[in-house]
């Protein structure tokens, strides 16, 4: 087994990567640099249950103190690396200070896009949702009766509003776009979802974008939309998209697209250098995609750790996301890129539905509302890479399992 191993980024990708090595027997030091104060944790149940006060947050935490040091995983926290020299192979930190690496994991995320100063970016009430600090601010901000702005119509977006509409907040959730869930959904999963969330009182406004934002006193109160109408708030959440972090690879002079470019074995342009998480850029159905997700950041690491253990073998994705919004649950299973026809199937239970994507006659993934047979079905097919009876998925009658038949 080689030498140290420095991890950078302290999320779910750094934590799943330094676990399965010690699951897997590997006693190399390990150490994990992160920028806040506390220890690797779940990072979605901070914009739901922890938010409404559901969880505590030691609850999110992957373990305690004592599994650290029990495992020889040195956590370095509230610093953060300022570059990388791939000569001396050394991360220098903002101190100053410098750590040997023989082998270096950049597990470094994404970070929420935010508005710009320009249009009231920078005024105070003006939030994004990333990280416990973020969670804790927005946490202040959720009181019944106020007025609410959120910007984006995706997950984030929706998935904000269905907790601040929970805390009985007046909401509203504008999308640019043609519809809600433009970039990442149908149009049929986007009109159940819109539907679900003005059913429970969300003002959902679309083809509708963000003039500028006005403040008071520093603070936002209020926001023009371009459509020409104000609106008076009280605070604003901005969710929409992240960028990847790969500002370290980037001047380091690793090759970078939309993200950290890796091969199949999560290497990136330097042998001795892996990225894995939302920050990697990696090889799928012929395109290089980044996958913004729990469960890549997670199969992702435990791949690199099997490959740094020795064992050579393709990081081969197989996607599955979810979302909850109030008491619905949307659970997707595959990656729908490039999408050219859907089906739409009515569940066995009121409110449950799926939605069945195809390319080039291939099933290529399903998003299921409140429908977790219709998620198990799809799942499994695209798993053993089986093509569903196309007449058993149009008779809504027909029981899913025939698909596995």
């Not at 969880?55 to 990388?84: K, Q, Y």
């Not at 320009?118 to 009430?125: F, I, K, P, T």
């Not at 804790?136 to 997950?155: F, H, K, N, S, T």
């Not at 342009?269 to 990225?275: E, F, M, N, Q, V």
Request: glycine share 10%.
């Amino acid at each position: 087994m080689a030498g140290t191993l420095v991890i950078v980024g302290a999320g779910q990708a750094a934590f799943a990567l330094a676990a399965k090595l010690r699951a897997l027997k590997d006693e190399r030091p390990i150490t994990i640099i992160g920028s806040e104060d506390v220890a690797p944790y779940q990072r979605p149940p901070l914009s739901k249950k922890y938010l409404m006060g559901e969880m505590s947050f030691d609850r999110l935490e992957f373990r305690g103190p004592e599994w650290f040091a029990e495992n020889n995983v040195e956590l370095r926290l509230s610093t953060w690396v300022e570059e990388i020299d791939r000569t001396a192979k050394t991360v220098r930190m903002q101190d100053g200070s410098t750590l040997s690496y023989d082998k270096l994991a950049l597990a470094t995320g994404a970070a929420p896009r935010e508005l710009p100063a320009g249009v009231g970016g920078d005024l105070d009430g003006v939030l994004t949702v990333r990280d416990k600090r973020d969670a804790d601010r927005l946490m202040a901000e959720m009181q019944p009766g106020r007025r609410l702005l959120v910007i984006g119509g995706g997950y984030i977006g929706l998935e904000a509003a269905a907790v601040a509409r929970q805390l009985g907040l007046d909401v509203t959730l504008i999308e640019m776009a043609e519809r809600i869930l433009q970039r990442v959904a149908s149009s049929e999963t986007a009109t159940i979802m819109r539907d679900i969330h003005r059913a429970r009182g969300v003002s959902i406004r679309e083809k509708t974008g963000l003039t500028r934002l006005i403040g008071t006193d520093g603070r936002v109160s209020a926001a023009e939309l371009s459509d020409g109408s104000m609106l008076d708030v009280d605070f604003v959440i901005v969710g929409i998209g992240v960028s990847p972090n790969d500002r370290l690879a980037r001047e380091s002079g690793l090759d970078i697209g939309n993200g950290i470019l890796v091969d199949a074995f999560t290497r990136t342009s330097d042998p001795d250098i892996h990225a894995i998480g939302d920050c990697a850029l990696l090889p799928m159905n012929g395109a290089n995609v980044r996958l913004e997700s729990v469960q890549n950041a997670v199969d992702q690491a435990e791949a690199a750790a099997i490959i740094l253990a020795g064992d050579e073998q393709p990081y081969q994705p197989k996607p599955w996301f979810w979302s909850d919004q109030y008491d619905v649950k949307l659970q997707i299973a595959g990656f729908n890129m490039g999408y050219d026809e859907t089906l739409l199937r009515p569940g066995q239970r009121e409110g449950s539905h799926s939605v069945w994507y195809f390319r080039q006659g291939r099933f290529i993934a399903v998003d299921a509302i409140n429908d977790a047979k219709a998620y198990v079905s799809g799942k499994k097919l695209l798993d053993t890479g089986k093509e569903p009876n196309r007449a058993v998925l149009e008779d809504h009658s027909a029981d899913l399992k025939l698909l596995l038949a």
